[in-house]
């Protein structure tokens, strides 16, 4: 959850919830829809997961020690 930001990047429902799992699936029928999802799960991604950002993390937890 704390990656997916609902309706920004993707979509979460409920756990056992057929009902929002279908509309969540519906709402991905619309092309624009998972474009927009698309492209804000990869500027997520290269602005907080990208190699040099990770690996920095990496090593301050190691300093840490």
Known sequence: PEVIK???NGLLVKPGSIKEYTEA???LL???KR???SQN???ILNENF???IMLNK???VYNEK
């Open 6 to 8: 609902h309706n920004v």
């Open 25 to 27: 699936m519906t709402k």
């Open 30 to 32: 619309n092309i624009e």
């Open 35 to 37: 474009n927009i999802l």
């Open 41 to 43: 799960s990869l500027k």
């Open 50 to 52: 990208n190699y040099n």
């Open 58 to 60: 990496i090593i301050s």
